[in-house]
């Protein structure tokens, strides 16, 4: 009788040896730990997880994990993860990315993603600034934020509300982390993870470089508020009192993923006669 105990992997074994170029302190050190560490305690096998990331400082972090990725072009990371997991939807596809990334370029293929609710686990670090090219506002910038050069007296328009879209366009599973608490974020990422569907873990993720009152105000104003729900209504209506620092799973619905049937209704063949000139 073999009494071996099988090898469990740690999360450093779900790291990759290169080193992250990201500057001192930068929040996004937190989610990396925080994935792995979830990765770990799922104990899924590397080579059944794959992570698709867009362009930003954040999405370099597939190449800092050591599952598969791609490191995909900007705002398009979800319609490439999308094509993957129904390809091949034996694995456990991991998306990542910044606010620019995500909900300026990308904030088509993100409000659609909710919609379809393929089963896709997206992170996103938000810290409300471009921060790969040097410190513009990006769509989560306060009205009222002047510390870029090209808009000096603030961007002047409300924050897109990625929560608010995301429950009002589909996504099955609605959570809110902060670096300052990568346990805690660890833990939504494993729910996501095991969620069906689409899941949204939204994280505060202090840029230090260019906007580094956020490493305090996140850790003074972030308050763990949400106990998950299954209501849309009383998510919808936690939302509208929400100050934007509330954490925790704001919502765990219950659609069924989508996937196409397994049989395509039609050949390659006919298609192609179909739309014939
Ligand atoms: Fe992180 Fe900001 Fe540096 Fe980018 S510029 S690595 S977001 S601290």
Same mark, same amino acid.
Request: aromatic content about 8%; proline content about 8%.
């Given at each position: 009788?073999?009494?071996?105990?099988?090898?469990?992997?740690?999360?450093?074994?779900?790291?990759?040896?290169?080193?992250?170029?990201?500057?001192?302190?930068?929040?996004?050190?937190?989610?990396?730990?925080?994935?792995?560490?979830?990765?770990?305690?799922?104990?899924?096998?590397?080579?059944?997880?794959?992570?698709?990331?867009?362009? #930003?400082?954040?999405?370099? $972090?597939?190449?800092?994990?050591?599952?598969? @990725? &791609?490191?995909? %072009? +900007?705002?398009?990371?979800?319609?490439?993860?999308?094509?993957?997991?129904?390809?091949?939807?034996?694995?456990?596809?991991?998306?990542?990315?910044?606010?620019?990334?995500?909900?300026?370029?990308?904030?088509?293929?993100?409000?659609?993603?909710?919609?379809?609710?393929?089963?896709?686990?997206?992170?996103?670090?938000?810290?409300?600034?471009?921060?790969?090219?040097?410190?513009?506002?990006?769509?989560?910038?306060?009205?009222?934020?002047?510390?870029?050069?090209?808009?000096?007296?603030?961007?002047?328009?409300?924050?897109?509300?990625?929560?608010?879209?995301?429950?009002?366009?589909?996504?099955?599973?609605?959570?809110?982390?902060?670096?300052?608490?990568?346990? #805690?974020?660890?833990?939504? $990422?494993?729910?996501?993870?095991?969620?069906? @569907? &689409?899941?949204? %873990? +939204?994280?505060?993720?202090?840029?230090?470089?260019?906007?580094?009152?956020?490493?305090?105000?996140?850790?003074?104003?972030?308050?763990?508020?949400?106990?998950?729900?299954?209501?849309?209504?009383?998510?919808?209506?936690?939302?509208?009192?929400?100050?934007?620092?509330?954490?925790?799973?704001?919502?765990?619905?219950?659609?069924?993923?989508?996937?196409?049937?397994?049989?395509?209704?039609?050949?390659?063949?006919?298609?192609?006669?179909?739309?014939?000139?």
């Amino acid at each position: 009788m073999n009494t071996t105990e099988p090898t469990r992997l740690t999360p450093k074994q779900y790291k990759s040896d290169i080193k992250p170029v990201w500057c001192k302190g930068c929040g996004d050190f937190s989610v990396i730990a925080a994935i792995t560490r979830g990765l770990s305690q799922l104990q899924l096998p590397r080579e059944n997880v794959a992570f698709v990331s867009g362009i #930003g400082c954040s999405s370099r $972090i597939p190449a800092y994990s050591a599952v598969y @990725g &791609f490191h995909g %072009v +900007h705002g398009r990371a979800l319609p490439i993860a999308t094509g993957l997991k129904l390809a091949r939807p034996e694995l456990t596809v991991l998306v990542a990315g910044g606010d620019g990334d995500g909900f300026s370029i990308g904030g088509n293929h993100f409000m659609h993603s909710c919609r379809r609710n393929v089963d896709l686990t997206y992170v996103v670090m938000d810290n409300s600034v471009y921060g790969m090219t040097k410190g513009q506002a990006s769509p989560t910038t306060a009205s009222d934020w002047t510390g870029s050069k090209l808009t000096p007296e603030g961007p002047g328009m409300p924050p897109f509300r990625p929560l608010e879209i995301a429950l009002s366009a589909g996504a099955n599973f609605i959570s809110r982390a902060t670096a300052n608490d990568p346990n #805690g974020m660890a833990e939504q $990422i494993v729910e996501a993870i095991r969620h069906p @569907g &689409f899941s949204l %873990v +939204h994280v505060l993720c202090p840029c230090v470089t260019y906007r580094p009152e956020q490493q305090e105000l996140f850790k003074a104003r972030a308050h763990a508020d949400w106990q998950s729900t299954t209501e849309r209504a009383e998510a919808m209506h936690r939302l509208a009192d929400d100050d934007g620092y509330t954490t925790g799973i704001l919502y765990q619905g219950d659609r069924p993923a989508f996937m196409p049937p397994a049989e395509p209704r039609a050949t390659l063949e006919q298609i192609e006669t179909e739309f014939r000139i």
